[in-house]
């Protein structure tokens, strides 16, 4: 018998912000401490694999700078002087201020901000319970799948695809615009075994040669933003070469005949001057995908993080399309599966109690809303006071200069949740210490595949830290609303309901199998019996303003960005933030293989293999600037600068440099990190955050 075997083993899922919600195996040591992660292997789709920083995860339920004590400011703002105080104090404090701050300007005044630092539906979502029934200011979350999922819904109309685990059943898998090694590595996991079991071939399409693209049995590096003129170059050969499925056009797409002539001018020698590309690669990419009938395109989220990503995702998603690879067992094209899970979240989120002409705030815009923008804050008041669960905008946040800058005013209050001293909580008035997600319950959903899973808890927290969902509750009774509908309900008892409004099950039923399986059969995730719009078409031509979309921005804020250059038909349009004289450069911030987003930055084995804020760029570049590999180097734009030391890398195309992964902001040289130059600007049409696009100029220190 071998060690794993003889341990105490409990069951959870990877909280944490990734399509794979990982299905987990925890080595218990006792009550309070694990051991190794695993993935789980009777789970289909994780495999028994999952990436080495959750394997690691002991690093940071154990690790010796986790807050414990809820903490109140006892300087100047960020000046990092604290004093210890109770829950009861601190809750007191906060209720106290968040009352002061209505009364002052009006319950919008407070605005409850969170995200995906816990995927878990009840210690993620909870805080909306709060929010309506205190009235408090909306929350458009948009920093994450906006653009990604607006393009699909495109051309979909429906947000789900064929099963994840058919890319074992693939003949080739076209991995487009995600680091899936560093990223969500049960991709590679399916693709190799197809690799491995069908001779399937690898297609990567990327902005840059990293760990996934060495995978690739045929890699692309194309210039950001460019996607969709390689999708409509591919979709010309196609049709040009007798390769397109007619038949399959004819039955299941929305206008064939204008798509082809859209695309006469859309050549590859149109589309290597814009991308990069050979014209060679181009024919060779449309020629593997025009004869290889199992197809699977895996669309990430990466190439979509550009002002035209909505563009370039529907493009993509195009070409299945006119292969019909759709068709076929291993074939289609597959974004996210997150439309087909369906769970009522009323109770738990107090929908009941919203109050639709209360407004919405942006959150990627946190920088214009906090420093007072008119057009961030739709004509309500100023945001005097937060509570920030789940999420760190002073690093993760574009426009950080405007992020700190607000966060410094005097006038706002904030209330920051979290696990440890993270830049936000650094700029708090109240820290609490939080949980993690081994010691409390919860349950979880993945895009990336098709399984609920649960996460119990299965260890005791440290003295001190507390759930989001007891802040949510405590806040609730303090601020007179805890008697409203959704409060006074346990974190088991939201999850039965949630389960038992699904028909699959409570808690107990849950614990038991681990997991449930929520895949459509072939013919609804293939789109056989029709794609998601109400003609059962794929749509070529897309309602730029009409469509639906899970996360389209509520009507009381209206669309985004230049609306009317969007195209027709699939196009390469120059929404993106191009090169000029002044800003020769285009910067994309990729993830960092030990990182996820800013989570991980605190523990030691990633700190260390990661090393530290550098910048990727062409060896042609370096020398034409004198930047010596290793050297200091000053990236700029109207937005600010910061330094980073440089690494020459030719995996790039010259005139594209790559800062990896979000460093805390005192990893970087003068106290500011990579967000400094990322634009908080709205992109059309349902909005987003473009991170990946990103004018710079470069100069050597």
């Known amino acids: 018998m071998n060690q794993h075997a003889k341990l105490r083993i409990g069951h959870s899922a990877c909280p944490h912000d990734c399509p794979s919600t990982c299905a987990l195996e925890v080595e218990l040591l006792d009550d309070n401490r694990i051991g190794r992660v695993h993935g789980a292997k009777a789970n289909s789709y994780t495999a028994g694999v999952v990436c080495a920083k959750v394997a690691r995860y002991a690093d940071r339920v154990h690790h010796p700078d986790r807050l414990l004590k809820p903490l109140v400011r006892a300087g100047a703002k960020g000046e990092g002087a604290w004093k210890e105080a109770s829950w009861e104090v601190a809750l007191d404090l906060v209720a106290e201020k968040f009352i002061a701050a209505e009364a002052k300007y009006g319950s919008e005044t407070v605005w409850p901000y969170y995200y995906a630092g816990t995927m878990g539906l009840v210690q993620r979502d909870g805080i909306e319970r709060l929010r309506h029934a205190k009235k408090y200011s909306g929350f458009f979350g948009s920093i994450c799948t906006n653009l990604a999922w607006t393009g699909w819904m495109m051309g979909a109309g429906a947000l789900r695809g064929p099963d994840p685990r058919e890319m074992a059943k693939a003949d080739c898998v076209v991995i487009w615009g995600t680091n899936a090694v560093v990223t969500q590595v049960n991709v590679m996991t399916h693709a190799i075994k197809a690799r491995k079991e069908r001779g399937a071939k690898i297609v990567v399409i990327d902005i840059y040669d990293n760990a996934t693209m060495k995978q690739a049995d045929l890699g692309l590096v194309l210039k950001p933003g460019t996607d969709g003129a390689l999708a409509c170059a591919v979709m010309h050969v196609l049709f040009r070469d007798g390769m397109a499925d007619r038949a399959y056009l004819e039955k299941y797409t929305d206008d064939p005949r204008g798509l082809e002539e859209h695309l006469r001018t859309r050549t590859p020698e149109w589309a290597a001057a814009i991308t990069g590309l050979s014209i060679a690669e181009i024919e060779a990419f449309a020629q593997l995908v025009g004869t290889t009938k199992k197809t699977y395109f895996r669309l990430g989220y990466g190439f979509a993080r550009q002002r035209n990503g909505s563009v370039n995702i529907h493009a993509a998603s195009c070409i299945a399309a006119v292969t019909g690879a759709w068709q076929h067992e291993g074939g289609g094209a597959f974004h996210s599966n997150s439309g087909i899970f369906k769970l009522n979240q009323d109770v738990l989120e107090g929908t009941a109690m919203r109050d639709p002409n209360i407004r919405y705030l942006d959150h990627s815009r946190i920088g214009p809303v906090l420093t007072g923008a008119a057009d961030a804050l739709y004509g309500g008041p100023p945001v005097t006071a937060m509570l920030i669960q789940n999420t760190n905008p002073a690093n993760v946040a574009p ?114 199998q681990k997991w449930v399986d929520l895949q459509p059969g072939f013919d609804d995730a293939h789109f056989i019996n029709g794609f998601g719009h109400a003609d059962k078409k794929f749509h070529f031509r897309p309602n730029w303003t009409g469509q639906s979309a899970p996360n389209r921005p509520p009507k009381s804020m209206g669309l985004f960005g230049p609306v009317g250059r969007l195209p027709e038909f699939p196009d390469h349009v120059e929404l993106i933030e191009a090169a000029d004289e002044e800003h020769p450069f285009r910067l994309a911030t990729s993830p960092a293989r030990n990182f996820l987003n800013s989570t991980f930055a605190e523990t030691p084995v990633s700190k260390a293999k990661e090393g530290r804020p550098e910048l990727l760029i062409h060896p042609q570049d370096a020398a034409a600037l004198g930047i010596e590999d290793g050297g200091r180097v000053e990236v700029g734009n109207r937005r600010g600068d910061v330094v980073l030391h440089a690494r020459v890398f030719d995996g790039v195309k010259r005139g594209v440099v790559i800062a990896e992964g979000i460093w805390p902001n005192s990893a970087h040289e003068r106290g500011e990190g990579i967000n400094v130059l990322t634009g908080a600007d709205a992109p059309a049409p349902y909005g987003g955050a473009a991170f990946h696009d990103n004018k710079v100029w470069l100069k050597a220190l």
């Not at 979880?444 to 005791?460: A, M, R, W």
């Not at 009774?477 to 974190?491: A, I, N, S, Y």
């Open 399 to 512: 426009e950080q200069r405007l992020v700190k800058q607000g966060f410094m005013r005097e006038d706002l209050f904030t209330c920051v949740h979290e696990q440890f001293m993270t830049d936000t909580a650094r700029l708090a008035d109240v820290v609490l210490p939080a949980t993690m997600f081994l010691e409390h319950d919860d349950v979880y959903k993945g895009g990336g595949n098709q399984h609920i899973t649960l996460g119990p808890k299965l260890i005791e927290p440290p003295e001190g830290p507390r759930t989001n969902h007891y802040v949510n509750e405590e806040l609730g009774k303090r601020l007179g609303v805890g008697d409203r509908p959704g409060f006074g309900l346990t974190e088991r008892e939201h999850i039965d309901i949630i389960l038992g409004k699904r028909g699959i099950g409570s808690f107990d039923s849950l614990k038991e």
